[in-house]
């Protein structure tokens, strides 16, 4: 299979067109996994991600979660709720130009339930920090990117790159062609059932092994190579 992504060892990864995400996910709702199951673990994973990414200073590393729109964002929530449950320095900044979609409400109620802090840009202003997790179908204010660029902060994103820079992206399910991510990319394993990738003809073997989240990379096509 000549699938565009694959993993370390050179298994494909199915890739979406964009025309198949809404059946895709419908697919995978009616298998089963509606938005407020998956939602628990992306977050989760994207949690994982972070505490990675922090390494042996994940329990002193200051984090800063962005929350925009779509269900990224409720994903975004749902991992600093995990980070925050291990009395991590976490604090989430809330995009006060998007109203709360039913899952983003569900997932803040729990965060606010750990003690952790929500906070607005002036309380940001000036501060370091170690990573910046962000969430968000949208761009977010100008603002908050002016702030990040100043924070010293690492950026991972959850989902496409809609706007901002990330030196890693946690793809949720499957990558979508023509996507713009950025930095390393890696696949979380959000327990999407084979029977699903078959309904929409897509080939597919298991690839996490014993892992939750597993680097990916783009192959480079013979046209793009330079002779």
């Given at each position: 299979m000549n699938e565009p992504f694959c993993t370390?060892?050179?298994l494909p990864i199915p890739t979406l067109t964009p025309e198949q995400v809404t059946l895709w996910w419908e697919r995978v709702a009616t298998a089963g996994l509606p938005p407020e199951v998956w939602v628990e673990t992306a977050g989760r994973s994207s949690a994982m991600l972070t505490l990675g990414w922090l390494g042996q200073d994940w329990q002193?590393?200051?984090?800063?979660?962005?929350?925009?729109?779509g269900t990224v964002g409720a994903v975004a929530l749902s991992a600093a709720r995990h980070l925050a449950n291990r009395c991590m320095n976490v604090r989430v900044w809330l995009n006060p130009e998007i109203a709360p979609n039913l899952y983003s409400q569900n997932q803040y109620n729990l965060y606010q339930k750990t003690g952790a802090q929500t906070?607005?840009?002036?309380?940001?202003?000036?501060?370091k920090v170690a990573v910046v997790l962000v969430g968000s179908d949208t761009p977010l204010l100008p603002e908050i990117w002016a702030w990040v660029a100043q924070s010293g902060a690492e950026v991972l994103r959850i989902g496409a790159t809609v706007d901002g820079v990330a030196v890693a992206t946690l793809v949720l399910g499957l990558p979508v062609m023509g996507m713009p991510y950025e930095g390393q990319l890696y696949l979380a394993d959000v327990g999407i059932p084979l029977a699903v990738y078959e309904q929409l003809g897509l080939y597919h073997r298991f690839v996490f092994g014993n892992q939750y989240i597993i680097p990916i990379y783009q192959r480079v096509a013979v046209a793009d190579v330079e002779i």
């Open positions: 370390i060892t050179g002193v590393g200051r984090v800063v979660v962005l929350v925009g729109s906070v607005d840009l002036t309380e940001l202003t000036g501060e």
